[in-house]
T-cell receptor, first 108, second 116 residues
Framework: GIQVEQSPPDLILQEGANSTLRCNFS?????LQWFHQNPWGQLINLFYIPSGTKQNGRLSATTVATERYSLLYISSSQTTDSGVYFCAARSGTYKYIFGTGTRLKVLA | NAGVTQTPKFQVLKTGQSMTLQCAQD?????MSWYRQDPGMGLRLIHY???????DQGEVPNGYNVSRSTTEDFPLRLLSAAPSQTSVYFC???????????????FGPGTRLTVL
């Protein structure tokens, strides 16, 4: 089955800094999503992005399907951006495979 | 809309006990799924359903049963709890996005289960 790897595993930023999170997947996908898990455990859908680029405020994401990776950009980071960022990929059936996440801490 | 709700929020079981984790959604979503989250391992799919009466296994189905008698509800049953099932359990629902062949998932708040 498809495998999903995320990097870096941990990231510490000063408030206001920019960051790039990476998600590599082992096979072609028909669905790629990014999620944020806040410090209280709630999972929030950020982007559905099997290909191309999308932006939502300070966040943007790009997926290059032919090279099997996706990037999540966070600009001007804020303390509320802290938490764990997951990507999840699906190939064919409904089965989603999650990466192990990037744990982000933004310092004030 | 309440979205996706899960009960209970916390549960402690003894080895061998059985219990049902409840999940309900009020968004008329066709797809529902159960995940478990263990430290350092991300989320792993346990079981999923693409509609009432239709269920299938995910990555880690052993020790769990599901059924989907209505669109709204998707309970997860632990038949004989084991310490290895200590985890945080998330339920999710989603719907197909017309014209995109895709779906976006909405997650419940989770159930933290400890098996002693």
């Amino acid at each position: 089955g498809i495998q999903v790897e995320q990097s870096p595993p941990d990231l510490i930023l000063q408030e206001g800094a920019n960051s790039t999170l990476r998600c590599n997947f082992s096979d072609s996908v028909n669905n790629l999503q990014w999620f944020h898990q806040n410090p209280w455990g709630q999972l929030i859908n950020l982007f559905y992005i099997p290909s191309g680029t999308k932006q939502n405020g300070r966040l943007s994401a790009t997926t290059v399907a032919t090279e099997r990776y996706s990037l999540l950009y966070i600009s001007s980071s804020q303390t509320t951006d802290s938490g764990v960022y997951f990507c999840a990929a699906r190939s064919g059936t409904y089965k989603y495979i999650f990466g192990t996440g990037t744990r982000l801490k933004v310092l004030a | 809309n309440a979205g996706v709700t899960q009960t209970p929020k916390f549960q402690v079981l003894k080895t061998g006990q059985s219990m049902t984790l409840q999940c309900a959604q009020d968004m008329n979503h066709e797809y529902m799924s159960w995940y478990r989250q263990d430290p350092g391992m991300g989320l792993r799919l346990i079981h999923y359903s693409v509609g009432a009466g239709i269920t299938d296994q995910g990555e880690v189905p052993n020790g769990y049963n599901v059924s989907r008698s209505t669109t709204e509800d998707f309970p997860l049953r632990l038949l004989s709890a084991a310490p290895s099932q200590t985890s945080v359990y998330f339920c999710a629902s989603s719907y197909p996005i017309p014209g995109q062949g895709s779906d976006t998932q909405y997650f419940g708040p989770g159930t933290r289960l400890t098996v002693l």
